[in-house]
């Protein structure tokens, strides 16, 4: 069964830095794409980042782009998002993913979420 | 960038036929995919690929895409459908989701 596992969140003053975690098993990790996704209180789901089964192509939204980088360890099958220069809008429920593979982007499995609270 | 829209609320009697749109521009030229999010939960694909159901997901669930509007629809709805719904596409290089629909099964 597909289990993805998110970690490292918390509060975080504006202008700091975070790392999230999503340990992944019951799949072969390294097969698949995967992506972050977030979600702000009371609000909808907004797409992160993207990035490729190996590592070496990741995409990101416009407003996290060049403050937050997506990265993987295939062989502990560990997803990452380093979150620097983190400002009030960034406070979300952070959703890691995993891409369905297909004709289409999508995402056929979601972790629980780790929460990431800006604030001074 | 690119836009999806959705209908904030929808209602529906149980045992009713519950439709939920998205529209974006020619959303029918691309794959739009469906998922669920009971209050507290992580969201569940429910479609993808316009129309396609994952294994589990019931019957009574359908969807199409043509034009410029995708459509979920949930036959003889229940209680438990109860959620949010998102639609979402891939575009110039974006995962994009709609700004969800909260089905009330009243």
């Known amino acids: 069964e597909v289990h993805l596992v998110e970690s490292g969140g918390g509060l975080v003053q504006p202008g700091g830095s975070v790392r999230l975690s999503c340990a992944a098993s019951g799949f072969t990790f390294s097969k698949f794409w995967m992506h972050w996704v977030r979600q702000a209180p009371g609000k909808g789901l907004v797409w992160v980042a993207r990035?490729?089964?190996?590592?070496?192509?990741?995409t990101y939204a416009g407003s996290v782009k060049g403050r937050f980088t997506i990265s993987r360890d295939n062989a502990k099958n560990i997803l990452y998002l380093e979150m620097n220069s983190l400002r009030a809008e960034d406070a979300a429920l952070y959703y890691c993913?995993?891409?369905?593979?297909?004709?289409?982007?999508?995402?056929?499995?979601w972790g629980r979420g780790a929460l990431v609270t800006v604030s001074s | 960038s690119y836009d999806l829209t959705q209908s904030p609320s929808v209602s529906v009697a149980p045992g009713q036929t519950a439709t939920i749109t998205c529209s974006g521009d020619k959303l029918g030229d691309t794959h739009v995919s469906w998922y669920q999010q009971e209050t507290g939960q992580s969201p569940v694909l429910v479609i993808y690929e316009d129309s396609k159901r994952p294994s589990g997901i019931p019957e009574r669930f359908s969807a199409s895409n043509s034009g410029n509007t995708a459509t979920l629809t949930i036959s003889e709805t229940q209680a438990m459908d109860e959620a949010d719904y998102y639609c979402?596409?891939?575009?110039?290089?974006?995962?994009?989701f709609g700004g969800g629909t909260k089905l009330t099964v009243l």
């Open positions: 993913a995993r891409e369905f593979g297909g004709p289409t982007v999508v995402s056929d499995y």
């Open positions: 990035i490729n089964n190996d590592g070496s192509v990741a």
């Open positions: 979402q596409a891939w575009a110039s290089n974006t995962m994009v």
